[in-house]
């Protein structure tokens, strides 16, 4: 199934069970600290596993478990792989202000620099919450000097989403500069995009409808996917939560059959870290202009 010359993104949003946006109204962060927190060998079991089926990736790293656990940052960027910003206290971004926001990436970044000493150039939001009402996320990030976010999905969904939003990576052009925006991965069907893209798509759905999207973009469309997976979600032995009907089904749905799942995945497709995607989709732009973009690395 893997097509030669087409290269996925693997991406990882490394945060705890606990901090998932379905329980933000259970858990007082104020109680985060009390919890049993699994996210270190969780993520250790992923780095291992990529390293079997030589897989590169980018880790979203939450700033607050950067923050208490600097050596699996080390890690992740000792074994090869490309650490990003997931944000400090995991807060939808459209629940902020913009100077809380700021704070909040500013503190993030400052974390990972300082645990990994490399900078960090590319940010995830939280539950894909850049939509149109936190559009302005995007000049604070120019601002902060992130080079590549990836917090828009172009689908309907009752978090987040911008449908109208290009599928594949695009250079956004802002007021005080140009952002490289890395969209969650969908196929058209009709008018609709839908998604493809891993997380809850990947362990509540069919195996067969992610292996079938993926190839799809690949083939029909000679586009790289990007896909997301969370440490939480390889670990069916997690502390279940009190919540919502749906939100316990999102959370908790196939999640004993999820690492099986991403092995399989990688058997079928290649992948690698987010930058080597970019680098895909600005190269393929600067072609097709006949000029050079800005986010080559």
Do not use: C
């Amino acid at each position: 199934m893997s097509l030669p010359g087409v290269v996925n993104a693997m991406t990882v949003d490394v945060e705890d069970y606990f901090h998932v946006s379905a329980f933000d109204g259970v858990l007082p962060r104020a109680q985060w600290a009390r919890l049993e927190s699994r996210v270190v060998p969780n993520t250790e079991r992923l780095l291992a596993l990529f390293e079997e089926t030589s897989v590169t990736a980018t880790f979203f790293v939450l700033g607050w478990v950067a923050e208490r656990h600097p050596s699996l940052v080390r890690a992740i960027l000792d074994a090869g792989h490309e650490v990003a910003s997931h944000g400090y206290a995991h807060r939808l971004v459209y629940d902020l202000t913009p100077a809380m926001f700021r704070e909040d990436i500013r503190r993030a970044k400052g974390v990972l620099e300082d645990a990994g000493g490399r900078a960090v150039e590319g940010y995830r939001a939280p539950s894909y919450s850049v939509t149109p009402r936190s559009l302005w996320a995007l000049d604070i990030l120019i601002d902060e000097g992130f080079r590549y976010d990836a917090s828009i999905f172009p689908i309907h969904h009752d978090r987040y989403g911008i449908p109208v939003s290009p599928r594949h990576p695009y250079v956004l052009t802002r007021a005080g500069g140009d952002i490289l925006e890395a969209p969650g991965s969908t196929v058209k069907w009709g008018p609709f995009n839908f998604p493809v893209a891993g997380g809850g798509y990947f362990r509540i759905l069919p195996y067969e409808w992610t292996r079938w999207g993926i190839a799809r973009i690949n083939r029909l469309e000679d586009r790289a996917a990007i896909f997301y997976i969370h440490p939480w979600e390889i670990d069916p032995g997690q502390p279940r939560l009190s919540g919502s009907v749906l939100s316990r089904f999102r959370h908790y749905r196939n999640l004993h059959r999820t690492e099986a799942r991403l092995r399989r995945l990688m058997g079928d497709f290649e992948f690698g870290p987010m930058t080597t995607v970019l680098r895909q989709a600005t190269g393929r732009a600067a072609a097709a202009a006949a000029e050079p973009l800005p986010y080559l690395w």
